[in-house]
Nanobody
Framework: QVQLVESGGGLVQAGGSLRLSCAAS????????MKWFRQAPGKEREFVAV????????AYADSVKGRFTISRDNAKNTLYLQMNGLKPEDTAVYYC????????WGQGTQVTVSS
């Protein structure tokens, strides 16, 4: 089993920045890929960014490319999402996801961007 705990969400004005963290514990050696997703009210959960846990390769949704950066600290088993140039449409609950033996999800952290 892998446990994921997100933190770092909050309220920020448009144009501001936030850094989300996702601490992984448990059977972290099984993790191959980690992702960030988000879900806005009344909308489906959508992909934001992905990172290969060992190799470090990354990919982003077009809506966040150039503004968000996904990274990880393998020694700390922690995933990050640096969000710059935030827009009101980035408002959502942000979830981290790990692909290990199966899929694991965190509980989510709220990000609210005011205009």
């Amino acid at each position: 089993q892998v446990q994921l705990v997100e933190s770092g969400g909050g309220l920020v004005q448009a144009g501001g920045s936030l850094r989300l963290s996702c601490a992984a514990s448990g059977r972290t050696s099984s993790i191959s890929v980690m992702k960030w997703f988000r879900q806005a009210p009344g909308k489906e959960r959508e992909f934001v960014a992905v990172i290969v846990w060992i190799g470090g390769g990354t990919a982003y949704a077009d809506s966040v490319k150039g503004r968000f950066t996904i990274s990880r600290d393998n020694a700390k088993n922690t995933l990050y999402l640096q969000m710059n140039g935030l827009k009101p449409e980035d408002t959502a609950v942000y979830y981290c996801h790990a692909r290990g033996i199966t899929d694991y999800w965190g509980q989510g952290t709220q990000v609210t961007v005011s205009s």
